[in-house]
């Protein structure tokens, strides 16, 4: 049974830090582009960070750029999102998301293997 589940949520102050971590089982991450997402109440869903599965490119949306990092670990078959400096408007449901091709995960935000999701709360 393919699964992809997703931990690491919470309530933060701003300029906290948070990891959302995302393991996968019933299916070999190392094969798989990564994308994280995240979907704020009344806004689309916006693509913060993606990671290659074959060199390990890397893209952060310029909102998060410089205090999010993206990371793998294939022999754990988990995916990371280190998230640092964090502030209100970082407030989402985040997503991880996995896909065989990375130009798929990056320009039309869908893929093959989606997370459950978990809330995000910067608040003071």
């Known amino acids: 049974q393919v699964q992809f589940v997703e931990s690491g949520g919470g309530l933060v102050q701003p300029g906290g830090s948070l990891r959302l971590s995302c393991a996968a089982s019933?299916?070999?991450?190392?094969?798989?582009?990564i994308g994280w997402f995240r979907q704020a109440p009344g806004k689309e869903r916006e693509g913060v960070s993606f990671?290659?599965?074959?060199?390990?490119?890397?893209y952060y949306a310029d909102s998060v750029k410089g205090r999010f990092t993206i990371s793998r670990d294939n022999a754990k078959n988990t995916v990371y999102l280190q998230m640092n400096s964090l502030k209100p408007e970082d407030t989402a449901v985040y997503y991880c998301a996995a896909d065989p091709l990375f130009i798929v995960v990056v320009t039309t935000h869908t893929a093959k293997y989606w997370g459950q999701g978990t809330q995000v709360t910067v608040s003071s």
């Open positions: 019933g299916f070999t991450l190392d094969y798989y582009a």
């Open positions: 990671i290659s599965s074959t060199d390990g490119s890397t």
